[in-house]
């Protein structure tokens, strides 16, 4: 005899984990919600926040990784670094990135408005219970830049900011082994499905196809 399928009370049924949520990758910011962010953050002298947001974007690091960085890991003798290296938390293996001359500037400025040492965190916390920003905490802040400029914070996350500037490299170069070394991925499956690229790479195919 077939098992057959009883409907539950809708009263005592588990709620879905994802109802009510967005799921699914979070998309990257374009060049110019970039631009809209930084000039914000600019405009309030959000010392922190522009040296968090300009890395952020720079190093493409997941937000456990970033909001762990010491002075020491992007200051070599009281000056900003053009490159540094990190072992990522997540798989163990080192990852490089670049600082761009704004990241480098703003990271300055939040360095010494916060007389930080080289063995600080680079982003403290403001609670005297956590030595440093927390990945609660640096999301809640990524919410409120996207909604400062008109976004909404429930379609964006702190992997948007990973992923916003391999995207535009991508869409420039195609290159996905460069964007692979520039994510710390070990396989270059993982970086496929990362930027969600196979799909896009069939479209433009199939439209480069005439019958």
């Not at 974007?57 to 200051?75: M, P, Q």
Request: charged share 25%; aromatic share 8%.
């Amino acid at each position: 005899m077939l098992d057959t399928y009883t409907p539950t009370d809708s009263s005592n049924s588990v709620r879905p984990w994802n109802k009510g949520r967005v799921t699914g990758q979070k998309p990257p910011l374009k060049p110019k919600e970039v631009w809209s962010i930084r000039v914000r953050l600019q405009m309030t002298d959000s010392t922190r926040d522009l040296a968090l947001f300009n890395l952020a974007i720079d190093s493409k690091l997941r937000g456990c990784d970033l909001v762990a960085l010491r002075v020491a890991d992007v200051f070599l003798a009281g000056k900003a670094r053009e490159r540094t290296s990190i072992v990522q938390k997540k798989t163990g293996r080192p990852v490089q990135f670049e600082l761009s001359t704004q990241t480098q500037d703003s990271t300055c400025a939040w360095v010494g408005e916060r007389k930080l040492l080289q063995s600080d965190f680079l982003f403290p916390s403001r609670f005297r219970a956590k030595p440093n920003l927390s990945t609660r905490q640096y999301s809640r802040i990524v919410g409120r830049w996207v909604e400062s400029i008109g976004l909404n914070p429930r379609d964006y996350g702190t992997h948007s900011l990973r992923r916003t500037k391999v995207a535009l490299i991508y869409k420039k170069t195609g290159n996905l082994r460069a964007i692979q070394l520039l994510l710390g991925h070990t396989k270059l499956e993982s970086t496929v499905r990362y930027l969600g690229v196979e799909v896009d790479d069939a479209l433009r195919i199939s439209q480069d196809v005439e019958l």
